[in-house]
C-alpha cells in the first residue's frame, strides 16, 4: 500500500513545483500581489490574506487555552504559561515596572505574530505555488513581513504605542527634559559651562527628536530586509534544507529583536530608577539600566 501511494504523492508534488516560481525561474518579487482587486486602489493582496489568516489562527488558539483555564495547567497551556513568563522575564527589566502591565499585552502579540509571519515562508508551497496572471506567477500565500507594508504597519503601530506610554507613563516633563534638558549638575558645575552645555544638549536633542522620528522606517526596514533575503535565499537555492534552519534561527531573532527594540525604546525614558508619572528633571539623573540604542 506504501509502495502504491509514492508514485501519487510525486505527481502531486511535481504539480506543485510546476505552477511555483522557481519552476519558471522568475525571482522573488520584493511586493505583494493583489488576489482580489477591487479598483480605486482597494484590493486584498497575498500578504494581507495570510495576515489575517495567521491573527486568526492565534487569536483562535489563545482564546482556546484560556477558555478553561486550570490551576494545574495541561501540556498546551504550561507551554503558552512558560513562554509568557519568558518574555515578562526578558522584558519588564527593560520596559520599567510601571509601563510594563501596558504594554506587555502589545510586546507579546509582537513577538508571536511576527515570529509566525516569519516561519511561514517555510511551509512547503507559500510563496512559490500559485497561477499564472499577465505572465508572471502570483502565489497564493506569502508571509506578511515579506511584503514592506506590512513591516511598515507594525512599525507605526509600535511607534504609536511608544509615544502613547512614554507621555502616560514618563509625562511630557520628563520627556522634553530626555530629550532637550540640561543633564549636567547646576550646583557642580560653573554657570558659563552650565548654559553652554544648555545649548548643546538642546542641538543634542534635535537629532534625537530625528533618531526618534526615523524609528519607524529603521524598525520596518531592518524587519523586511531580512525576511525578504531569506525568502529570495531559500528560492535561489531550490529551497535546500540546511537553509531551513538558519532561515527559523532568523525568524525567531527578527522577531525577537523587534520586540526588544520596542520595549527599549519606552524603557530609555521610562525606566529609571525614580522616575514616574510627571517625574521632573531631578528624577532622571540616574541612567536607565540598558544601553541606549538607535
Given at each position: 500500500?506504501i509502495?502504491?501511494?509514492?508514485p501519487?504523492?510525486?505527481?502531486?508534488?511535481?504539480?506543485?513545483?510546476?505552477?511555483?516560481g522557481?519552476?519558471?525561474?522568475?525571482?522573488?518579487?520584493s511586493?505583494?500581489?493583489?488576489?482580489?482587486?477591487?479598483?480605486?486602489?482597494?484590493?486584498?493582496?497575498?500578504?494581507?490574506?495570510?495576515?489575517?489568516?495567521?491573527?486568526?489562527?492565534?487569536?483562535?488558539?489563545?482564546?482556546?487555552?484560556?477558555?478553561?483555564?486550570?490551576?494545574?495547567?495541561?501540556?498546551a497551556?504550561?507551554?503558552?504559561?512558560?513562554?509568557?513568563?519568558?518574555?515578562r522575564?526578558?522584558?519588564?527589566?527593560?520596559?520599567g515596572?510601571?509601563?510594563?502591565?501596558?504594554?506587555?499585552?502589545?510586546?507579546?502579540?509582537?513577538f508571536?505574530?511576527?515570529?509566525?509571519?516569519?516561519?511561514?515562508?517555510?511551509?512547503?508551497g507559500?510563496?512559490?505555488?500559485?497561477?499564472?496572471?499577465?505572465?508572471?506567477?502570483?502565489?497564493?500565500?506569502?508571509?506578511?513581513?515579506?511584503?514592506?507594508?506590512?513591516?511598515?504597519?507594525?512599525?507605526?503601530?509600535?511607534?504609536?504605542?511608544?509615544?502613547?506610554?512614554?507621555?502616560?507613563?514618563?509625562?511630557?516633563?520628563?520627556?522634553?527634559?530626555?530629550?532637550?534638558?540640561?543633564?549636567?549638575?547646576?550646583?557642580?558645575?560653573?554657570?558659563?559651562?552650565?548654559?553652554?552645555l544648555?545649548?548643546?544638549?538642546?542641538?543634542?536633542?534635535?537629532?534625537?527628536?530625528?533618531?526618534?522620528?526615523?524609528?519607524?522606517?529603521?524598525?520596518?526596514v531592518?524587519?523586511?530586509?531580512?525576511?525578504?533575503?531569506?525568502?529570495?535565499?531559500?528560492?535561489?537555492?531550490?529551497?535546500?534544507?540546511?537553509?531551513?534552519?538558519?532561515?527559523?534561527?532568523?525568524?525567531?531573532?527578527?522577531?525577537?529583536?523587534?520586540?526588544?527594540?520596542?520595549?527599549?525604546?519606552?524603557?530609555?525614558?521610562?525606566?529609571?530608577?525614580?522616575?514616574?508619572?510627571?517625574?521632573?528633571?531631578?528624577?532622571?539623573?540616574?541612567?536607565?539600566?540598558?544601553?541606549?540604542?538607535?
Open positions: 500500500m509502495r502504491g501511494k509514492r501519487i504523492l510525486l505527481t502531486t508534488l511535481s504539480c506543485l513545483f510546476a505552477t511555483s522557481f519552476a519558471s525561474g522568475e525571482g522573488v518579487s511586493h505583494a500581489v493583489p488576489l482580489l482587486d477591487f479598483g480605486g486602489g482597494w484590493a486584498i493582496t497575498n500578504s494581507m490574506a495570510t495576515g489575517w489568516a495567521v491573527s486568526l489562527v492565534l487569536i483562535l488558539g489563545v482564546v482556546a487555552l484560556l477558555r478553561n483555564p486550570r490551576v494545574i495547567p495541561g501540556r497551556q504550561a507551554v503558552f504559561e512558560a513562554l509568557l513568563e519568558g518574555l522575564g526578558l522584558l519588564e527589566p527593560i520596559v515596572k510601571k509601563a510594563f502591565p501596558a504594554i506587555f499585552p502589545l510586546l507579546a502579540t509582537f508571536l505574530f511576527i515570529l509566525l509571519q516569519n516561519w511561514m515562508g517555510l511551509l512547503p507559500v510563496g512559490t505555488v500559485g497561477i499564472e496572471k499577465d505572465g508572471h506567477m502570483v502565489p497564493f500565500v506569502r508571509p506578511f513581513t515579506a511584503d514592506f507594508n506590512g513591516t511598515a504597519a507594525l512599525a507605526i503601530v509600535s511607534f504609536v504605542a511608544f509615544l502613547l506610554v512614554i507621555f502616560k507613563y514618563a509625562g511630557p516633563r520628563a520627556v522634553l527634559h530626555d530629550w532637550f534638558g540640561n543633564k549636567a549638575d547646576k550646583k557642580e558645575t560653573p554657570r558659563a559651562l552650565y548654559y553652554m544648555g545649548v548643546i544638549f538642546l542641538l543634542v536633542g534635535l537629532i534625537e527628536v530625528f533618531s526618534v522620528a526615523i524609528r519607524p522606517v529603521t524598525l520596518s531592518r524587519l523586511f530586509g531580512n525576511v525578504f533575503g531569506g525568502e529570495s535565499l531559500l528560492h535561489g537555492t531550490g529551497y535546500f534544507f540546511l537553509f531551513y534552519f538558519m532561515e527559523m534561527l532568523v525568524g525567531l531573532i527578527q522577531a525577537l529583536v523587534f520586540t526588544l527594540l520596542s520595549a527599549t525604546y519606552i524603557g530609555l525614558i521610562c525606566n529609571h530608577e525614580d522616575g514616574g508619572h510627571g517625574a521632573g528633571p531631578d528624577d532622571h539623573k540616574s541612567p536607565a539600566p540598558i544601553p541606549r540604542a538607535r
